[in-house]
């Protein structure tokens, strides 16, 4: 059975208050988008940083998933999103319900879009700072060691075969000054 890749992104730069990318986040997603794809299947949250992400790395939403849209407020509370791999590691090994619970979602929604990507197919996700952290932490142990939390347009890939995560890696950007 061949291999099936999730490459799961952070958004792209907005100015807060503001719910769209500024200038310099589009600038960033294009030029993310010339070095990923092709996808066969593009899901983003339903928040407009996450989608105009996708459509300025050059991909077209197929559709939105709420699920990936947030954090629940029941896990900020354990653990900051911006905390890191490690200090969201540490959560899961101490064993916490909420955490567990979340973990079991997390991995429920992996195993739906599985099903939805061809053999030998890719899919991408564009999410928010801590849903890939956590993202990676349900079907990937060892990326409890990957570091800091993963900056705006910075992700991880997930290999899978046979619906089981094989191999994985943080997608860092080498530079992050301004393009």
Not at 104 to 128: D, N, T
């Amino acid at each position: 059975m061949s291999k099936k890749i999730i490459e799961h992104f952070r958004h792209a730069t907005r100015t807060k208050p503001g719910i769209h990318l500024n200038e310099h986040g589009v600038k960033s997603a294009r030029k993310l988008g010339k070095s990923c794809g092709p996808y066969d299947r593009v899901v983003t949250s339903p928040l407009a940083r996450a989608i105009e992400t996708a459509v300025a790395m050059g991909f077209a939403v197929e559709r939105t998933e709420p699920f990936i849209a947030d954090i629940p407020d029941s896990v900020n509370r354990r653990v900051p999103y911006d905390a890191g791999f490690a200090a969201f590691a540490e959560r899961i090994d101490r064993r916490d319900p909420v955490i567990a619970k979340y973990m079991s979602q997390m991995k429920r929604f992996h195993a739906k879009l599985l099903k939805r990507i061809p053999e030998g197919g890719r899919a991408l996700l564009v999410s928010h700072g801590g849903v890939v952290e956590w993202a990676a932490l349900s079907v990937y142990a060892e990326a409890r060691n990957w570091g800091q939390a993963l900056d705006k347009c910075e992700g991880i890939r997930l290999v899978f075969k046979s619906g089981k995560c094989v191999d994985a890696k943080p997608l860092r950007r080498k530079s992050k000054r301004k393009l």
